[in-house]
């Protein structure tokens, strides 16, 4: 099993989870919320082959850390992949929309400057921007858009643009969700969990939940179980080799 967004270190008993997850799964990216937590996180957390850890700057949040952001430039140098990152025009967050999209080039613009990174960005009413931005730096490395939900013309858009799509089982939960999922490019999907955040009938979702993902997406793509389970684990080989090429 494999987890592309999962914020292991917010669990309750987050070592416990952290620990199993690293048992349990071939692999889990472990993505931060901002430059201060990834040092925290990394410091707290043993290393395991098997968990990226990468330094992030939410967008929810980057109005309140945006001190941080030289923090961050100098930790995607040493990192493989950077999350979380990106745009929230929802109307909680518009009001700090400048400060996100300054932070959100600077972050593409410098994986651009080291050659790229893979990003797992965040893009809720926000679509379009992140695409031009992304548009601006075209050598910034591999983008993939965690818990899509935009439009069908802006998936259409980001799937032209080469873009990954994470997909979790609370995405599956909602009409439109499945709506976006069925439409998906099959061989640029991979499994997400987003715990603790996510939850499905009150209950977190776990980061071993690949297995959830791919009975959701099986009906969707008319496939079976287990086709989908091997056309996920496989894309998500392939995004993991994309990492590791950096």
């Keep these: 099993m494999m987890d592309f967004h999962c914020h292991l270190d917010l669990y309750p008993g987050a070592r416990e989870v952290y620990r199993e997850a690293a ?17 925290a996180t990394s410091r707290a957390l043993e290393a395991y082959p098997a968990v990226l850890i990468t330094p992030g700057l939410h967008p929810e949040i980057a109005h309140e850390r945006a001190s941080e952001l030289d923090l961050l430039l100098e930790q995607i ?8 990152v990106g745009l929230d025009g929802s109307p909680r967050f518009k009001p700090h929309y400048d400060v996100q999209r300054r932070i959100f080039r600077a972050v593409i613009a410098r994986c651009a400057e080291l050659g790229g990174r893979t990003l797992s960005i965040h893009s809720r009413r926000a679509v379009r921007d992140v695409l031009a931005d992304l548009e601006r730096y075209p050598n910034f490395g591999t983008a993939v858009l965690h818990w899509f939900s935009g439009s069908s013309a802006e998936l259409k858009a980001a799937a032209a643009r080469g873009c990954w799509f994470s997909v979790g089982p609370a995405m599956c939960a909602s009409a439109s969700g499945r709506a976006l999922a069925a439409a998906m490019p099959r061989d640029r999907v991979v499994p997400e969990s987003d715990g603790p955040f996510a939850k499905i009938e009150g209950k977190l979702v776990m980061p071993w939940s690949a297995r959830q993902t791919a009975e959701a997406l099986s009906p969707l793509w008319g496939l079976s179980r287990n086709a989908t389970i091997d056309t996920i684990t496989r894309n998500g080989r392939k995004l993991v080799r994309l990492i590791e090429k950096t």
């Design 23 to 39: 048992q349990r799964n071939e692999f889990t990216w472990l993505v931060t919320t901002s430059p201060r937590a990834f040092a």
């Design 77 to 84: 140098a040493g990192a493989k992949g950077v999350g979380e």
